[in-house]
């Protein structure tokens, strides 16, 4: 079964400064993995996902998260935080239906990020 | 063009008491998916619907959950005997399917059971 862990259920950084939100997988096979962010009550929003075609992944916003097999981590990061980036961060993997039409996303628990001057 | 939307946003129940919570995927879309996100559980996966497939309703937590889609659209989750753990805010998402079929959630229900 696949599963993802965050590290960190709270984050806080000032604005300018790097933000690195950690994200650790288990699966069997190989995972497809994202990050989505929710703000403040609204609903999930797909920041970027990971396809295999490329371990180097672009997101919205200015995020990156890079998947590296050997630590079987894909943590999200951001060269320099604005307060607007104040939310929360789930991290997750899809686990693929018996027919492989369509998936199912298993979540981490969440990481809420806050940014302060 | 419109996104994911469900309703009510906010549902008050008494203990016991059927609720039913509605949503409207984007159309065309031919996945239709269930969450359910609580402060002791995150968010957690309920059933999914993909096309004329069987739904799979692996994650419902008990007998008192079930959800129907009417013509490959609109989606009603209906909880019965409703309880306070039932308390949470659940999340509609859909999808063009496939394994990598981006999901787009809607804004969610607010169920709170007294």
């Known amino acids: 079964a696949q599963s993802v862990t965050q590290l960190g259920s709270h984050v806080s950084v000032s604005e300018g400064a790097l933000v690195l939100l950690r994200c650790n997988y288990s699966s069997s096979v190989p995972p497809y993995l994202f990050w989505y962010v929710q703000y403040p009550n609204q609903g999930l929003q797909l920041l970027l996902k990971y396809t295999s075609a490329a371990t180097l992944v672009k997101g919205i916003n200015g995020f990156e998260a890079e998947f590296k097999k050997s630590e079987t981590s894909f943590h999200l990061t951001k060269p320099s935080a604005h307060m607007s980036d104040a939310a929360e961060y789930f991290c997750a993997v899809s686990v693929s239906s018996r027919t492989g039409t369509a998936s199912k996303l298993t979540f981490g628990t969440g990481t809420r990020l806050q940014v302060t001057l | 063009g419109a996104g994911v939307s469900q309703s009510p946003s906010n549902k008050v129940t008494e203990k016991g008491k059927d609720v039913e919570l509605r949503c409207d995927p984007i159309s065309g879309h031919t996945a239709l998916y269930w969450y359910r996100q609580s402060l002791g559980q995150g968010l957690e996966f309920l059933i999914y619907?993909?096309?004329?497939?069987?739904?799979?309703k692996s994650g419902l937590p008990s007998d008192r959950f079930s959800a129907e889609r009417t013509g490959g659209s609109v989606s009603t989750l209906t909880i019965q005997r409703t309880q306070q753990e039932d308390s949470a805010v659940y999340l509609c998402?859909?999808?063009?399917?496939?394994?990598?079929?981006?999901?787009?959630f809607g804004p969610g229900t607010r169920l709170t059971v007294t």
């Open positions: 619907f993909q096309g004329n497939s069987a739904p799979d």
């Open positions: 998402a859909s999808s063009l399917g496939g394994v990598l079929g981006e999901q787009y």
